[in-house]
């Protein structure tokens, strides 16, 4: 173990107060947190054995919004006590469980602004007791609940926060009050809840997403909770969502009250905190790999032990990045590995020999390459590499998951492949001539190729690369038309779509007619699935629980049975599909509620008529298809 909480015990109250009043500053209204949360802990877990009464142990995570008054909270909203190890976990689970079979929840931890909705006013949980009253920023705000996304229209408590898909796509181009970028998510969602006026958000397309405390939750006994820890936090990583810990509490939540609270936290609940852990390593070079749009510089590092995990890469994210860090190779870097995520570099110090990292010619095609916003690109749309990322782009966005990159390097070069188009066209021959493949296995890829050519209308808009249009960005438009209607759109009128604003509008716009004839031939190539809920007169179906295949492929079975497929249960919804139609899943207890008809898989196959085709069978006739 390292030194731990030296720093933290030597200091006396005041001194304590200090500086974790210094983090709360940097933490929340800069934006730019100097420590990691953990040490930050320490300072807090120091205070609290001096001065276990002390107010800013209350205080904590509040962050400054811009509200319009003070609201106070019906039922006081907490913070929890955390641990930090599975076996603080187990030790606080075993103290209150009432023996082996007590049941627990075990939920994710979201890292962003804690809220609540009382069904007029959105309060953020402020000090426990009392919230800044942020109704004026529900514009921006997205609920998601069980069985249902859309404005924020029902009581709830949830915690505000910035899908990281969003992050990803949205905030590429939102653009920060007085210029710039946001760095992350967390970022993000401080900076535009404490904005005052949030016009030119809306304008930009800013979104912030509310997510349900009930919407995620998983129910384990006590005796079980050891043996699946490391599946539940593996189940709880793949969430969208930016998460600094679990969160697990009794389930039976008439005991936990009966339990009541510390001073400040309820004694039936506990998080399990995340450890961001930060080592110092030397910078030895950077690569730039290639994207689908732009080129990204990967750090090569002296080998380093996080968490016991040995680095040798992290991102360096993009050229303004590495401009803002003022990192050089040969110099020292601070690397950070939050959770699963990819190790990047938060900071350096100049080494006594450095040179720049960054390059001038693309790598590939040797053009010189350009500026756009923070990325370094190849300008040039012959340019090999940036082709295959595009095309490899395209295949991951419509699920063919055989085609891999080197597969479509050698079809590129071997069978004259250049479009989407191109690998629709191709035999089970042309596989063959590959190295690697076997007769089974060419075919096994031709049918996968085959079952993309029915698709969901968004993966398909997101197949086509066009910068800032992703498969959330698809979904969005869609839900307003139909693939048809998108390309007779104007960008007034795609800009009018909520959260698509004039800029990407206008490339829209502008791509699909650069792409128009491209266009003809694809949509020709394929089968869409409309995904919105615009009225297509067909029923609707939604699917739910673990099936035998995919999600996808029922929904394309369904599809083909001229259902409609949805992803969510809405009080419209003409048939929910389970899996198990004795589970509890939210989408069941939704439909139940809703009075929708559900019905067992099996049954609904049968439905859909006669045989069901065998999905991975090498040479199955796929008459669907
Ligand atoms: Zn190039």
Request: proline content about 5%.
């Amino acid at each position: 173990m390292d030194t731990k909480n030296f720093i933290a015990d030597r200091l006396n109250r005041d001194e304590l107060v200090a500086l974790i009043e210094y983090h709360n500053r940097r933490y929340w209204e800069e934006g730019d947190p100097e420590i990691p949360d953990v040490r930050y802990d320490e300072l807090l877990r120091a205070l609290q054995r001096i001065d276990p009464g002390n107010e800013l142990l209350s205080r904590v995570y509040t962050p400054q919004v811009a509200g319009s008054g003070k609201v106070r909270h019906k039922t006081p909203m907490l913070s929890l006590d955390k641990a930090y190890s599975l076996k603080e976990v187990l030790e606080w689970a075993e103290k209150f469980a009432r023996g082996g079979d007590e049941e627990f929840l075990v939920e994710p931890k979201y890292d962003g602004i804690s809220a609540n909705f009382d069904g007029r006013i959105l309060s953020t949980r402020g000090d426990g007791e009392f919230g800044e009253n942020v109704t004026d920023k529900l514009p921006l705000i997205e609920l998601e609940s069980i069985g249902y996304t859309g404005p924020v229209d029902r009581p709830v408590r949830g915690e505000l926060v910035i899908r990281e898909d969003d992050f990803r796509t949205l905030y590429s181009h939102i653009r920060r009050k007085g210029g710039g970028f946001y760095k992350n998510s967390r970022n993000a969602v401080a900076g535009i809840m404490g904005l005052k006026e949030i016009g030119e958000m809306v304008v930009q397309g800013a979104k912030i997403t509310l997510v349900d405390y009930n919407l995620v939750s998983y129910r384990v006994r006590l005796r079980e909770l050891s043996a699946r820890w490391e599946e539940l936090r593996a189940e709880l990583g793949a969430l969208p969502y930016p998460q600094d810990g679990i969160v697990v509490k009794l389930a039976d939540s008439a005991y936990s009250a009966s339990l009541g609270n510390t001073a400040h936290h309820p004694r039936g609940e506990i998080a399990f905190k995340f450890t961001n852990i930060r080592k110092e390593t030397k910078l030895i070079g950077v690569e730039w790999s290639f994207g689908k749009n732009c080129l990204t510089p990967v750090a090569e590092l002296e080998p380093v032990e996080i968490s016991g995990t040995t680095i040798r890469r992290a991102t360096l994210h993009n050229v303004q990045n590495i401009l803002e860090l003022g990192v050089e190779i040969g110099d020292t870097v601070i690397v950070e590995r939050a959770g699963d995520v990819i190790p990047c570099i938060v900071s350096s110090i100049p080494g006594s020999a450095r040179r720049s990292p960054l390059i001038e010619n693309c790598p590939s095609c040797g053009a010189k390459l350009v500026r756009r916003g923070p990325e370094l690109c190849c300008p040039n749309p012959e340019c090999p590499e940036t082709e295959l990322q595009r095309l490899a782009a395209a295949v991951r966005s419509l699920g063919i998951e055989r085609l891999g990159e080197p597969t479509l390097r050698k079809l590129m070069e071997k069978s004259g492949v250049r479009h989407l188009c191109d690998i629709f066209e191709l035999k089970v021959m042309d596989i063959l001539k590959l190295e690697g493949f076997a007769a089974k296995s060419a075919a096994n890829l031709i049918e996968e190729i085959g079952k993309a050519r029915v698709v969901n209308d968004y993966q398909m808009l997101a197949a086509l690369n066009i910068p800032n249009v992703g498969v959330n960005v698809a979904k969005v438009i869609f839900e307003h038309t139909d693939f048809a209607g998108l390309r007779r759109m104007s960008a007034d009128e795609l800009a009018a779509i909520p959260g698509i604003g004039p800029e990407r509008a206008g490339a829209l716009v502008a791509e699909l007619a650069a792409q128009s004839d491209y266009l003809d031939e694809l949509l020709g190539a394929v089968t869409l699935i409309h995904s919105g809920d615009v009225a297509t007169g067909k029923p609707t179906v939604c699917f739910t629980g673990k099936m035998p295949e995919k999600r996808s492929y029922y929904q394309k079975l369904a599809a083909a049975g001229g259902y409609q497929p949805v992803d969510d249960v809405t009080a419209n919804l003409s048939v929910l599909v389970a899996a198990d139609v004795n589970e509890s899943s939210g989408k069941l207890r939704n439909a139940r509620k809703h009075g929708i008809r559900i019905v067992a898989l099996d049954e609904f196959l049968k439905e859909l008529g006669g045989d069901t085709p065998e999905p991975e069978s090498g040479d199955g006739q796929l008459t669907l298809f």
